[in-house]
């Protein structure tokens, strides 16, 4: 996906010390996690070692949930796709890990990954967005309204004085088709079709108001 200068800039230096400042620095969900908030520029300068593990932990992530639909789709080179997204897309990360720091060795239990860009197909004077890449949580955190409260979370991002100031409307992401348990988990969660969503494609867009588009 291709944004602005700005926005990746935006995204690279804005986006974190907002994120600081909604999400837990710690939570306790059985297990204790702790939050590492990074961007795509400063997790490729870490060690080869730890820049590795953690793309194979968030990889692993996505495979757990989603890979036999990115598989039937995509073919088998997904994951390297996947991995090249991981590290050239503008990103700010937000990872969950039973380790307070990360290393090599560090298991990765949930993330999310996100930017600030324009709408995906619409008209860029409408305004901008959050758009959400991924959100992805282990098995043993599933069922337990953790993602939930990460959408809550997002929600309260895209409203942040900052955001206003910018022009965020909403947030906006994908989901395929296919994944049907997804899309009524967004649908409930107040997303609703967006109106540039493509007909006849893998995915749809959906997307969630939560300024006045003008």
Known sequence: MSISPEDAEFTKEILPGLLDEIFPSKINNNTQLYRHIINNEQLNSLPLAVNKNIHFRM?????????????GIK???WKLEKLDEFKEEPLVYILYSTSDSLDEDTEINAFISLQFSDLILGDPSLGKVVYLFEIHLSSELQNQSLGTRF?????????????KAHNCKGVELTVFIQNQRAFNW????????ASDSPPNEEYVILFKQTHSVT
């Open 151 to 163: 959408l809550l979370g997002i929600d309260k991002l895209s409203v942040s004085p900052t955001l």
């Open 75 to 77: 073919g088998r080179g």
């Open 186 to 193: 967004y649908r409930k969660n107040g997303y609703a079709l």
């Open 59 to 71: 990889l692993s992530l996505v495979d757990d949930g989603i890979g036999n639909l990115y598989r």
